[in-house]
């Protein structure tokens, strides 16, 4: 695949799915298996005027397994925080701390190429599917089951 797709996914990531404004801190958490995606979604973000930084930790042993302190205190202080590692880390404390001071987290676990110059990602009009989410969302946290 062109690099030059890959480039267009990510900008995508960053500018509509991220919302990445300048200045914003920007925390792109990788792992040496996906590193490549993470370059290209903190160049994005850059291009945009957001101050990054790119935390590349040991693959995790399983899902959910912390990540180091140091990437833990990152992720607290990010506005926007990229996850393209291949094993997830999106259900745990660190993420459930950044999530709650405020960040928004584009979860990337497993990311390839196909997914970063699908149609899914780059003709959806995420805008117009906020609304539906939103309704979803309050469905669950309303209900009682």
């Known amino acids: 695949m062109p690099e030059k797709d890959l480039t267009l996914g990510a900008r995508h990531l960053v500018e509509v799915n991220g919302r990445v404004q300048a200045g914003e801190a920007v925390v792109v958490v990788t792992d040496p298996t996906l590193e490549h995606y993470g370059h ?6 850059r291009e945009v ?13 399983q899902d959910g397994q912390e ?19 291949s094993i997830s880390i999106t259900h745990t404390r660190t993420m459930r701390t950044a999530l709650e001071a405020g ?18 990602l780059l003709k959806t009009d995420f805008h117009a599917q906020a609304e539906v989410c939103r309704r ?7 209900g009682t089951q």
């Open 40 to 45: 290209l979604v903190a160049d994005a973000a």
């Open 49 to 61: 005027g957001a101050e990054v930084t790119i935390c590349v930790i040991p693959v995790r042993g």
């Open 67 to 85: 990540p180091p302190e140091p990437v833990a205190q990152a992720m607290a202080g990010a506005a926007v925080v990229f996850s393209p590692v």
């Open 103 to 120: 960040a928004r987290a584009i979860l990337m676990t497993a990311y390839t190429d196909d997914i970063l110059t699908s149609a899914a």
């Open 136 to 142: 979803i969302g309050a469905a669950f946290t309303g």
